[in-house]
């Protein structure tokens, strides 16, 4: 949002100067008679060029957080609370807003509301900001008018969203730190490190093991095509990137995350937490409970979860129950399988739901506290396998030039 420089008189007459933010020079001057200053001059003040995000506008690059729609989503639960008109809360959450993809959503939503659409149909023109669920929940709160309830729901549910995928992003990170900082290690040697034993051994004309041989002939291999390397595994990376974009290959991503050594139980119980709570929040707002599941299945954001969510839909439609359908989809423990039976036959499936999820969640925080303990023992053999295949390749021989100056 533009920044101005402004100068007035308050209200006793007294001259007053400074800088506000507004979205146009007309709504800075309104703002400034609120305050009970008179403006004298506005004048927009020049901003400096930002490359980076020259380059995100022209290329529609921008993405809205988790922790800005949380903040929209409160902001707007408290308002339409405060009995404010849904376009009036709009507006003032406008003048506080700097993510420009959430403003231009904004709005172009203010628009379609004076044009008389409504609420979600307006947010249905922005799926990059509102999920098929948020925009589901809105039309329930819309049509039960019950619109506060409903925003003070979603905010719940993203908050809880957005521990979850900190968690997940926890349990990622030290198995890739540690992954990076090995390849890194690997490259090091490789570029620097054993080419200087190269020469060393060179120079001493010794008989090499094959240990040592398979060392010096990858160092050379990199020493060399280190560019063509580097090309190749930039060409790797924008291919599985094209790769898991596709419809298959995503599913077959999607699978591999929930299913992957070590990490994947914690995917996996994230997306059920994620599922369960998407659907307590649906089917206890009075959403139809296929609707719900067609609605979770296009916002849960894992396609291969997705896969069975629609399964579920497809046998709910065909009237079989809902503990059935969940069976036959194998994703959850025979627990979990007891709760839905438990909330569906004593006509409280939503709390159940509710319980499942936070069953999840808790399993899912005990497992990211634990995972290091799961992984060290990994990093502890990398390591050593790299110090024994040095050893073998580089001091053996070391050891035998030492042996030989001694004779």
């Given amino acids: 949002m533009p920044h101005f420089e402004f100068k007035g008189r308050s209200a006793n007459g007294q001259p007053i100067d400074g800088e506000i933010e507004g979205a146009s020079s007309t709504a800075v001057a309104g703002l400034l008679m609120d305050r009970g200053v008179t403006p004298i001059s506005i004048v927009e003040k020049k901003q400096q060029i930002d490359v980076i995000e020259v380059f995100r506008e022209r290329f529609d690059l921008h993405k809205i957080s988790i922790e800005e729609l949380l903040m929209f989503t409160r902001q707007m639960g408290a308002l339409i609370k405060a009995g404010i008109p849904i376009t009036r809360a709009i507006s003032g959450i406008l003048e506080s807003v700097e993510n420009p993809l959430l403003i231009k959503s904004l709005r172009d ?5 004076e044009s008389g659409r409504s609420l979600s149909v307006s947010c249905a023109r922005h799926p990059r900001v509102f999920s098929n669920l948020y925009i589901s ?5 819309e049509n039960t008018g019950r619109l506060d309830e409903t ?15 900190q968690n997940i992003k926890t349990a990622l990170r030290y198995p890739t730190t540690v992954i990076i900082a090995i390849a890194i290690a690997m490259a090091i040697l490789n570029l620097f490190v054993i080419p200087k034993f190269a020469a060393f051994f060179e120079a001493n004309e010794l008989e090499l093991p094959w240990q040592t ?23 790797t990376a924008i291919g599985f990137k094209r790769y898991i974009n596709s419809v298959t290959g995503r599913l077959r ?70 503990t059935r359908v969940a069976h036959r989809t194998g994703m959850f423990t025979p627990v979990v399988m007891q709760m839905f039976a438990v909330g569906e036959e004593a006509g409280n499936l939503d709390e159940m739901m509710t319980f499942i999820a936070d069953f999840y969640e808790e399993e899912v925080d005990y497992d990211v506290k634990t995972l290091s303990d799961k992984i060290e023992p990994l990093i502890y053999v990398a390591i050593g396998a790299m110090v024994l295949v040095l050893a073998l390749g580089i001091f053996v021989p070391m050891w035998d030039i030492a042996q030989l100056a001694g004779r």
Avoid: K
């Fill in 253 to 322: 991503w999607h699978r591999f995350i929930v299913r992957a050594p070590l990490i994947g139980d914690i995917m996996h119980r994230g997306m059920m937490a994620r599922f369960a709570r998407s659907f307590a929040m649906a089917y206890g707002a009075g959403v139809p409970i296929v609707q719900a599941m067609g609605v979770i299945a296009r916002s849960i954001g894992n396609d291969f979860i997705a896969s069975h969510v629609n399964g579920m839909r497809e046998g709910i439609e065909r009237g079989e129950a809902l």
């Fill in 151 to 165: 925003f003070a729901l979603m905010a719940d549910y993203i908050d809880r969203n957005r521990r979850i995928t």
């Fill in 109 to 113: 939503i203010l628009e379609q509301l």
């Fill in 137 to 141: 929940m809105i039309q329930v709160g």
């Fill in 213 to 235: 041989v398979l060392l010096l002939n990858m160092s050379n291999f990199f020493v060399e095509y280190w560019g063509f390397v580097g090309v190749a595994l930039i060409a």
